[in-house]
């Protein structure tokens, strides 16, 4: 007994860094696109803004890099291989058994999704260094791309991003889940319920902005007036 015992603060802390590791990074990378695209909706000019006063930050690269890349790599990395070993995180496990598995099912998508979504429209040459009016140009033909009529760029998107906002909302309440207050059952029902809502709001505010780069319309109001959607010329136009 007296040897086993020391491996299980050493487990705990390694689950509280997993958690960590992908709750702090997919929290501020998901919180930092939202804001970016809300302001693509309200205008070309405000996102021009927004993308200016990123790249006025010292140090950009090198902050994303240490603080949400390379968190997020590790997070990718240490899960995935628990996925492939079929191992638990920490026993008992907070989660449901059904719950479990959607983590872990949307765990792997969002990787995949990142892996997508990442050299597309953040590492690629044209985004880089790119002001908002290529960005916005590079965003609106990526989604809007059709094929035999359908736009599946942006459909891909929207299930990307609601796998991304499931598992960011799942594993926050699993952080919280796993500290002494949140073992008790009444404190779980309520971070469950934020969790939740806080997911939800995520995705529907990436949805809006998915279908407004793929048709110029919204889900929720009306795009401003500077960036609502006009019919094309015809094909003869000059």
Sequence with gaps: MSERAPVKPRRALLARAFSLSGVLPLGVFLVVHVGTNLQAIRGERAFEAAVQAEHRIP???VLEALL???PLLLHGGYG?????TRRALREPSPYPR???LALRVTGVLALAFLALHLP???FSRAAQGADGGVLLTLLAADLSS???????RAVAYLLGSAC???HFAVGLWGSFAGTPRGSEAGSRRRAALLAGAVGAALWVLFADSVVFHATGARLIGRAAPDVAS???PPASAP
């Design 120 to 122: 597309e429209l953040r």
């Design 68 to 70: 949400v890349f390379a």
């Design 164 to 166: 991304v906002a499931f």
């Design 230 to 232: 006009a019919p094309c």
């Design 98 to 100: 059904a719950l479990q």
């Design 59 to 61: 140090g950009l690269a």
């Design 80 to 84: 995935a291989w628990l996925v492939v």
């Design 146 to 152: 059709m094929r035999h009529g359908v736009p599946w």
